[in-house]
T-cell receptor
């Protein structure tokens, strides 16, 4: 069982509010990722990090921001939530490397609804 | 431009029979392929993977086949069980991009008793 945790599981919030989605892993993985998924669609990478103080934007443009101050923690922040941000947000981590091919472990996700 | 495609949105099979889920890709830089299982409002769970240097990988009831010349992979589940009912995602990792995954749109598998 993967040791990666996301909170909250569900969040309903009003337009304009600032929110932070938490993600923590206890596996010591350097690489962490945020994916976004709408119902019936593929997962899209929105942010990734290869280690502390390293963050990059993913393939899908997102108004969210991330930080990586500690190896185990990779929070995602929306400064001003809008209904278009309604989606499922999935955090993942991996020890994938140049010599290692391995899977990413996913948290249970946060279902965000902005009203 | 979708680099990983699962052209069947849904598949229904009888319990005990074989389930075959298909996936096509376009990017020749993919060197690692994975299958995940997902329930609504849950995170994906890893099932099985295959490196581009292999053409088959087996784990219990799950087998993944890779045909590099056709840029096609498939997941076989034998025998299928009702608990296998879920959405299955194919994913591919580009060479030298730190484990980033490109996902297909998923196939919803329904296994009927």
């Amino acid at each position: 069982e993967a040791d990666i945790y996301q909170t909250p599981r569900y969040l309903v919030i009003g337009t304009g509010k600032k929110i932070t989605l938490e993600c923590s892993q206890t596996m010591g993985h350097d690489k962490m990722y945020w994916y976004q998924q709408d119902p019936g669609m593929e997962l899209h990478l929105i942010h990734y990090s290869y280690g502390v103080n390293s963050t990059e934007k993913g393939d899908l443009s997102s108004e969210s921001t991330v930080s990586r101050i500690r190896t185990e923690h990779f929070p995602l922040t929306l400064e001003s939530a809008r209904p278009s941000h309604t989606s499922q947000y999935l955090c993942a981590s991996s020890e994938f490397g140049s010599m290692v091919r391995t899977e990413a472990f996913f948290g249970q996700g946060t279902r965000l609804t902005v009203v | 431009d979708q680099q990983v495609k699962q052209n069947s949105p849904s598949l229904s099979v009888q319990e005990g029979r074989i389930s075959i889920l298909n996936c096509d890709y376009t990017n020749s830089m993919f060197d690692y392929f994975l299958w995940y299982k997902k329930y609504p409002a849950e995170g994906p769970t890893f099932l099985i993977s295959i490196s581009s240097i292999k053409d088959k990988n087996e784990d219990g009831r799950f087998t993944v086949f890779l045909n590099k010349s056709a840029k096609h992979l498939s997941l076989h589940i034998v025998p299928s069980q009702p608990g296998d009912s879920a959405v299955y995602f194919c994913a591919a990792s580009p060479y030298n991009q730190g484990g980033k995954l490109i996902f297909g749109q998923g196939t919803e598998l329904s296994v009927k008793p």
